[in-house]
């Protein structure tokens, strides 16, 4: 018996042990191949000190960084039935979400808070790209309009930021319906005579661009963020055309008028809140 304790058990024991998550030491920039230590990257806000590469910052992050210490209040979204299509490609939609859920600790793509930024008070829809490519399904339509309603009914600005691929395609017309959706929400919103930014980070895609994520009083964007709607490749073989190297690009965009200001994403928290100290002075 002493070869079944001595070998086979540990054996076992070492296979179904479930490891520690090693500390992240190192981060490799996505855009210059630079390694950075990871406590500074996480410091920087996950920007590249080498070249300025802007990579994905979670929604939880995002939300700590803009909003003043000790003024955050989670906004909970109800959860619409899940799957109503009963959709399955490899795998079943179902398990997608829990996989999703497991990995990124949210309920879906979308988190809504309410906060000051400077003392100023606003409602914040923010999206994980981590959690399915944040894209947009009956979860995150719910999470914008429920964020419009509270802006209306606390009499505060709105601010998205949108960070998605586009409508989810395991719930179909449901997904592609959030969009009308999430329009007549803002235009409620400016209804209201209420501000409302989008702060556009990389990338936004898809049916986000097609609507509420391309309605806003100002847009800022991320430096080198991807904005459009259809894909680079997609739309050279339609046009029969080479695009620009910079095509959907925010600098690209900005040039053409598409998009107010492109600034790095350590002075957003002071830009936002220097917009909405102007566009809010009736309010108060």
């Known amino acids: 018996m002493n070869w079944i304790k001595e070998t086979v058990l540990p054996k076992f024991k070492a296979f179904v042990k479930i490891k520690e998550q090693e500390e992240i030491l190192w981060v490799k920039c996505k855009s210059c191949s630079q390694m950075i230590f990871h406590k500074e990257f996480s410091s920087n806000y996950n920007v590249c000190k080498t070249c300025g590469f802007h990579d994905h910052l979670s929604a939880k992050e995002r939300i700590d960084f803009l909003f003043d210490k000790d003024t955050i209040e989670n906004i909970s979204i109800p959860n619409p039935k899940l799957d109503p299509l009963n959709f399955k490609d ?22 809504v808070s309410y906060g000051l930024i400077n003392k100023i008070p606003a409602i914040l829809a923010c999206f994980d790209f981590s959690f399915m490519a944040g ?96 894909g680079r490749r997609v739309i050279e073989e339609t046009v029969k055309e080479k695009l620009p190297e910079d095509f959907q690009t ?29 566009l809010t002075f009736y309010l108060n």
């Not at 939609?93 to 600790?105: E, F, G, P, S």
């Not at 979860?139 to 998605?164: F, H, M, N, T, W």
């Not at 609507?211 to 709607?229: K, N, V």
């Not at 925010?250 to 830009?271: F, N, Q, T």
């Open 135 to 230: 894209s947009m399904g009956r979860y995150v339509g719910d999470g914008l309009i429920l964020a419009s309603e509270q802006a209306i009914k606390r009499k505060c600005p709105l601010i998205v930021v949108p960070s998605s691929g586009g409508a989810r395609m395991q719930e179909g017309i449901f997904s592609l319906m959030q969009m009308p959706r999430s329009t007549i929400a803002i235009n409620k919103v400016k209804k209201a005579k209420l501000p409302y930014i989008v702060l556009l980070a990389n990338p936004t895609t898809g049916g986000v661009t097609a609507s509420f994520g391309m309605l806003g009083d100002i847009h800022i964007a991320e430096p080198g963020a991807i904005i459009g709607f259809a």
């Open 90 to 111: 490899k795998k079943k939609y179902t398990d997608r979400i829990k996989d999703a859920q497991t990995k990124t600790k949210l309920d879906d793509a979308l988190l």
């Open 250 to 278: 925010a600098e690209y965009l900005k040039s053409h008028g598409m998009i107010d200001i492109v600034i790095p994403r350590s002075e957003h928290r002071e830009k936002i809140s220097s917009l909405l100290k102007s």
